[in-house]
Nanobody, 118 residues
């Protein structure tokens, strides 16, 4: 069973930075694509960024140039470096481990709150 544990959220002023981490246990981590999503209060969950098993990255337009997704396969961990934060980045952030040929299930973390004050 795969478990994802997120950390690094908190309260920061606009223009500040935070780094989120998502540690995965148990399952072919290096073979899976992974990503970050967020959900603001009263809104639907939205995609933020993806990193493939091969290290290619892709970003939502709203965070491009400010956020960086990365992974450390030796540590089974995904990161999201968030710079130049804006109040509209306030949300619960979730990491996701994608299905692959050996396991057709996706896995989600429990979420970590990021609050950006103006």
């Amino acid at each position: 069973q795969v478990q994802l544990v997120e950390s690094g959220g908190g309260l920061v002023q606009a223009g500040g930075s935070l780094r989120l981490s998502c540690a995965a246990s148990g399952s072919a981590f290096s073979l899976r694509d992974s990503g970050w999503y967020r959900q603001a209060l009263g809104k639907q969950r939205e995609w933020v960024a993806t990193i493939t098993s091969g290290g290619r990255t892709n970003y939502a337009d709203s965070v491009k140039g400010r956020f960086t997704i990365s992974r450390d396969n030796a540590k089974n961990t995904i990161y999201l470096q968030m710079n130049s934060l804006k109040p509209e980045d306030t949300a619960v952030y979730y990491c996701k481990l994608e299905r692959y040929w050996g396991d057709r299930r996706d896995y989600w973390g429990q979420g970590t709150q990021v609050t950006v004050s103006s």
